[in-house]
């Protein structure tokens, strides 16, 4: 079981949370035409075994989303902050 | 030594103290015209119909770990070919035709046991949805019948047929030629038979890099020296990212583990291999009685090897659910792989970009009753260079070009399918 510490609501069970993916891929600009940036942003993983970005929503307490840096060897999360303060900007 | 009633007689007047090893505990030898790294069902299978369909005998295995220490030995055995979309269909009837002949094959008794297996059906929706999908097995030769609320519980009576039942019964989809094997048994016959051909299986031994000759692939870095090789053959399971990592791929899986559950033994109570429409939870007995079962996935990223509790209730509910019955039975042990997740649920078996790196991966929840069939058309891909025709659709590039193979349909999420 993991315990993720929510920067609104404190440690919380992780079956509060939904899982969100790496945090890591970028999203191409809205109109880049460039089929293989859709392509990684859509489908290629670095799937490390170590360190992983990822997000989580709080779907059963504070509904924000989260990044959570954890460890995919032994599930030790390093840290947690608000997704919408982590991401980069979107190009408009 | 070829097993037969003779030879388990003979051994018996000896006191059974003249078994020969099943496969010799090989060495490496400085270079190979194959290597297969991953010491798996597919990686076993691949080398022995390397040696037996091709003629091409100078294969290592290598083996990080011990044979039938990972997946292979970690799965719950179901065995079908139930599937919906073209390319998978016709792959999956190959392995279970495969997997009918399989035990004479190898002169190894795997034990398939076609029991037949049965999913119900909560909704005239859902049962259409199956009419659809037995109907696409028929045209392509495969058994499936399409059964009502009393034929299904004329079979499987231990279910929840009561008025309260959370989803009841409307039906299901019968396979009769699916079924279960002994999954360990599977890793030793074709290991054994694959040294029977000569191939060197070589257990301890980890990959940990690649040689090079400009752009091509010419051998593998190992925990034991560095090995040369013609070609190499990825099928580590839920390891692929990593390696292919190393050798200069960037793929499109994410490693997730599965679990899987066993109770206590009991008396014969589950004939076929039973799973349930309404949610992810599938149930078979073992020949020691004990009821194996598993579902979803844990659902985050994960190298682990270990399970989550909250899988464990999840997996408990949905069984309770389906069968009242066995909510006092207790749950001897559950365990977790790590698999390859692809974004469309099928795996990948190709040829790869880099000259002499082939991949055999990304099997997601069903790799186990692919193993004959994927270890025929690997070694076929690798002997010949081009794809067998029952893998054209398993290619890297799918998901580039938009011929995903998405069974369940739900978008490009790994941990979703
Ligand atoms: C709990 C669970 C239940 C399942 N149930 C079913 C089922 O009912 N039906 C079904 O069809 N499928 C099922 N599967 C899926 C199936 O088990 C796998 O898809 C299949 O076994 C994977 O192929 P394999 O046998 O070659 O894998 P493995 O047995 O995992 O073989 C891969 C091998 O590669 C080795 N390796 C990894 N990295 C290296 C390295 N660097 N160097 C050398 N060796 C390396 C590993 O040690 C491992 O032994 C299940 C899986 C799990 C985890
Ligand atoms: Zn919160």
Redesign the interface.
């Known amino acids: ?2 315990r993720i510490e929510c920067p609104c609501c404190g440690p919380r ?3 509060e949370f939904r ?1 969100g ?2 945090a890591s891929v970028a999203r191409p600009a809205h109109d880049d035409p460039d ?2 940036a859709w ?2 942003y ?8 170590g360190p ?1 970005r ?1 997000f989580w929503q709080h779907v059963s307490g504070c509904r924000q989303w989260l990044i959570v840096e ?1 460890d ?4 030790t999360i390093a840290s947690v902050g608000f997704a919408r303060k982590m991401t980069r900007k979107v190009p408009a | 030594m070829r097993y037969s009633a003779f030879s388990i007689f003979r051994n018996g007047l000896s006191g059974q103290k003249n078994w020969q090893r099943a496969w010799r505990a090989a060495e490496p030898k400085p270079t190979y015209d194959v290597i297969i790294v991953g010491g798996g069902g597919h990686g076993l299978s691949t080398a022995f119909y390397l040696a037996e369909n091709h003629g091409i005998r100078n294969v290592a295995v290598l083996e990080k770990g011990y044979i039938g220490g990972g997946n292979v030995g970690r799965n719950t055995t179901v065995i079908r070919s139930n599937y919906l979309l073209d390319g998978n269909t016709q792959f999956y009837e190959f392995s279970v035709k495969l997997w009918e002949g399989l035990s004479q094959a190898l002169n190894f008794n795997v034990m398939f046991s076609q029991r037949g297996q049965i999913v119900t059906a909560h909704s005239a929706d859902q049962l259409d949805a199956f009419s659809h999908r037995a109907n696409i097995m028929r045209l392509n030769g495969i058994d499936a019948d399409i059964l009502d609320r009393d034929e299904v519980r004329r079979l499987v009576p231990y279910l929840d047929f009561s008025d309260t039942a959370r989803f009841p019964i409307h039906g299901a989809i019968l396979q009769g030629r699916a079924g279960t094997a002994r999954h360990d048994a599977v890793a030793w016959g074709y290991a054994r038979a694959a040294d029977g051909h000569g191939v060197d299986i070589i257990q301890n031994c980890e990959v940990t890099g690649f040689v090079r000759d400009g752009d091509r692939i010419v051998g593998v870095e190992t925990s034991k020296g560095r090995i040369g090789a013609g070609k190499v053959g990825l099928a580590v399971a839920g390891h692929t990212s990593v390696l292919g990592r190393k050798a200069g791929l960037e793929l499109p899986i994410e490693s997730h583990v599965l679990q899987a559950f066993v109770t206590e033994p009991l008396k014969p109570l589950v004939d076929h291999v039973v799973a349930y429409g309404a949610d992810h939870f599938y149930v078979s007995q073992s020949d020691k009685g004990g009821l194996v079962f598993g579902g979803n996935l844990d659902g985050y990223n994960s190298y682990a090897q270990r399970g989550n509790l909250g899988v464990v209730r999840e997996v408990s509910e949905a069984a309770i659910a389906l069968m009242p019955c066995i909510s006092r039975v207790r749950l001897l042990r559950h365990w977790g792989g790590v698999m390859d997740m692809t974004p469309d649920a099928s795996p990948i078996i190709c040829p790869t970009p880099i000259d002499g790196l082939y991949l055999n991966g990304g099997w997601c929840y069903g790799g186990f009753k692919a193993t004959p069939a994927s270890g025929w058309c690997f070694a076929h891909t690798l002997a010949t260079g081009t794809p067998h025709p029952l893998i054209a659709a398993y290619r890297l590039d799918r998901f580039r070009t938009g011929r995903t193979l998405d069974e369940a349909g739900v978008g490009p999420s790994a941990w979703l399918q």
């Open positions: 079981m993991l069970d992780h079956d899982y993916g790496d089929p293989e392509y990684r859509v489908y290629v993983r670095n799937n490390p075994a992983h990822e954890r995919t060897r032994n599930h």
